[in-house]
Structure formats: structure tokens, C-alpha cells
């Protein structure tokens, strides 16, 4: 059980685009997930905690118009980078909010990782 | 305020050696949780282990083994008998209870190498 997964795993994209993520609990239900990012070498910075049916919460210093949040379900989040630029290169990593799993009541779970390149 | 720091940034242990992976944290919550996660090259995030700021009772699990002090408010992680497999980044995380929003405050990694 807890299996988390993203889609795209890796994407290339020319600047000005957008890119849309996706992450879905596979085999249980997310009331809350979480977009975190990632560069070379260095630890996760959360970005924003997204709840089904409600706004996300951004943290301090993460543009909420340029990444888009949308938990429209409880096994789906999507993050949206709107007109991407090379600065915004990363490694994405989502994680799923599972209260009624081994492990917890307060346990991530993480997804594999979207490797964004913008040219 | 909540921090979590792993002072060792990169550790190289030949196979078969035991490894300490060091976690320290700060926190004014009475009710904690304390993770570690596994990043392998893949960048997969795996977790490994729970700990409630209650249960100080130190867990075993295969080759892996876990010492919760919270008089020193350590977390430590240690790999017995080394394997290549274990190669990856560890992270050690903090969740506090009271605010309910499940957020996880990470520290900065420990980079593992486990050669040959």
C-alpha cells in the first residue's frame, strides 16, 4: 500500500510554456498533499499544501500564480508552472497525506519525482 | 523554532562496515513525530520509520536499527553490515502535532556511499 505517482517523470520544455505535474494516490485516499522542490545536493523546500476541495496554502516566497495548485480529488493533485523559465528547472516531488496507513497518522508518502528542464 | 540538522553532509563506509546516520532536532511541541526517509539515485523518496515523541522505545528492523533519545533530542539511524544498495541520500524529518497540517520539517541529508 501507499503508493504515490507523478506524471510526467521527466519533461523538457521551451521558456513561456506551461507544464502540468501530475500526482495521484494509487491505492488510498489523499485529503491532503504536498509539492515540494528540490535542487541538486540540497533538501526538500516545501512549496504549498494542497487539500481536496480547497485553496492550496503556499509558503512564503512560492509565487501562487506562477504554480498552479488544483487537488480536485482525493487521489489527484496537479502542479501547473505557468510560463516556465530556466530558473525554474527542478526536480518536483509531490508526497500524499495518509492518516490511515501503517506508519501513521502523520506519514508522507513520496512520488518518484519530475525532472523539469526549461530551455 | 522546529529544526532539524543532520551535521554529517557525506559519509563513505566499505561494505560490510556498520554506518551512524546523526539526526538532532529542535521542537517546542510536547508531541512530535520523527521520520527517515531513504532518497536513492532514482530520487524516490522511501520512508523507512515513524516515531512518536512518546514512544522512545529504540525500533530494529533488519539490518536497520533506530536510537530515539529525547534527552538529547536525537534520532539516530544505524546500518549494520553495509550493502552498495544502500547508497542514497537519508533525510531525518520533523512533523509536530499540534499544528495539524501534517508539514514536515526536513534536515539537509546525509549522502551515503557504501563501496565495494
Known amino acids: 500500500g501507499a503508493v504515490v505517482s507523478q506524471h510526467p517523470s521527466r519533461v523538457i520544455c521551451k521558456s513561456g510554456t506551461s507544464v502540468k505535474i501530475e500526482c495521484r494516490s494509487l491505492d488510498f485516499q489523499a485529503t491532503t498533499m504536498f509539492w515540494y522542490r528540490q535542487f541538486p545536493k540540497k533538501s526538500l523546500m516545501l512549496m504549498a499544501t494542497s487539500n481536496e476541495g480547497s485553496k492550496a496554502t503556499y509558503e512564503q516566497g512560492v509565487e501562487k500564480d506562477k504554480f498552479l495548485i488544483n487537488h480536485a480529488s482525493l487521489t489527484l493533485s496537479t502542479l501547473t508552472v505557468t510560463s516556465a523559465h530556466p530558473e525554474d528547472s527542478s526536480f518536483y516531488i509531490c508526497s500524499a497525506r495518509a492518516p490511515h496507513l501503517a506508519g501513521g497518522g502523520d506519514t508522507q508518502y513520496f512520488g518518484p519525482g519530475t525532472r523539469l528542464t526549461v530551455l | 523554532a522546529q529544526k532539524v540538522t543532520q551535521a554529517q553532509t557525506e559519509i563513505s563506509v566499505v561494505e560490510k562496515e556498520d554506518v551512524t546516520l546523526d539526526c538532532v532536532y529542535e521542537t517546542r511541541d510536547t508531541t512530535y513525530y520523527l521520520f527517515w526517509y531513504k532518497q536513492p539515485p532514482s530520487g524516490e523518496l522511501v520512508f523507512l520509520i515513524r516515531r512518536n515523541s512518546f514512544d522512545e522505545q529504540n525500533e530494529i528492523s533488519g539490518r536497520y536499527s533506530w536510537n530515539f533519545q529525547k534527552s538529547t533530542s536525537s534520532f539516530n539511524f544505524t546500518i549494520t553490515a553495509s550493502q552498495v544498495v544502500d547508497s542514497a541520500v537519508y533525510f531525518c524529518?520533523?512533523?509536530?502535532?499540534?499544528?495539524?497540517?501534517?508539514?514536515?520539517?526536513f534536515g539537509q541529508g546525509t549522502t551515503l556511499q557504501v563501496k565495494p
Open positions: 524529518a520533523l512533523s509536530e502535532a499540534w499544528s495539524n497540517t501534517g508539514k514536515l520539517i
